[in-house]
């Protein structure tokens, strides 16, 4: 039998935990993306971000490694896998507690999760609290009719980074499944203000004299 501390009293530590956590400023990631469906795309990325300036690098598509990444430069662009952002609060919603879930050597809580203010276009409907940090380690969520997913995160040196998304989305040609996997955290103190830069092209040779 595991044992499972009060439902009250993980979620006023899990409201403490969120509230006090520090998110990167500035690090790099690489990620898989997945797709089947409708269209079927396996890409590579590498991400290098410091605030809202964020660099993509496309390293392979359908395995095949690319000689020169391609690249694209974003500046004020949200980053949307924060768990300070996906993480949802008592202030939105209420919490009902489904019940422990053993996790290798410790336990996790899982709780159903409605939204106080219902919306018909997104809304979080489970969250599983870490029972060491008191943080989010998975949340799944509905994005209207047809839709649902799934965030997953993790420790990753200091801080706490999503590991995966899942999405599927009931499309008139059938059902589309989307998975992003994240690994290869890296947080340097800061990055070259050339990383985000925009790319300049290849240099092409001078047209021969006409013979």
Same mark, same amino acid.
């Given at each position: 039998m595991i044992a499972a501390a009060p439902p009250p009293a993980i979620v006023a530590r899990y409201e403490?935990? /969120?509230?006090? $956590?520090n998110e990167p400023r500035t690090f790099t990631v690489e990620f898989t993306l997945e797709q089947s469906g409708n269209r079927t795309v396996d890409q590579t990325h590498r991400i290098f971000r410091v605030a809202?300036? +964020?660099r993509d +690098? %496309? $390293?392979a598509v359908n395995g095949t490694k690319a000689v020169r990444p391609s690249v694209r430069? &974003?500046?004020?662009?949200?980053?949307?896998?924060?768990? %300070?952002? $996906?993480? @949802?609060?008592t202030a939105q919603y209420a919490f009902t507690f489904l019940g422990p879930r053993k996790n290798g050597h410790h336990v996790d809580y899982? &709780?159903? /999760? +409605?939204?106080? /203010?219902?919306?018909?276009r997104f809304a979080f409907t489970q969250v599983e609290i870490d029972g060491? %940090?008191? $943080?989010?380690?998975a949340v799944t969520f509905s994005?209207? @009719?047809? %839709?649902?997913?799934?965030?997953?995160?993790?420790k990753s040196d200091r801080y706490w980074v999503a590991t995966s998304a899942n999405a599927s989305a009931k499309t008139p040609g059938g059902t589309t499944h989307e998975r992003l996997t994240f690994t290869n955290w890296k947080f340097p103190k800061t990055l070259p203000k050339s990383?985000?830069?925009?790319?300049?092209?290849l240099p092409t040779s001078a047209p021969l004299p006409p013979g």
């Open positions: 403490s935990a /969120v509230a006090a $956590l809202g300036d +964020e +690098e %496309t $390293l430069i &974003f500046h004020g662009r949200p980053y949307r896998y924060a768990a %300070t952002k $996906l993480a @949802p609060r899982v &709780f159903r /999760v +409605e939204p106080k /203010v219902p919306s018909a060491i %940090t008191y $943080l989010p380690s994005g209207g @009719p047809g %839709t649902t997913g799934s965030v997953t995160f993790a990383t985000f830069a925009a790319a300049k092209p």
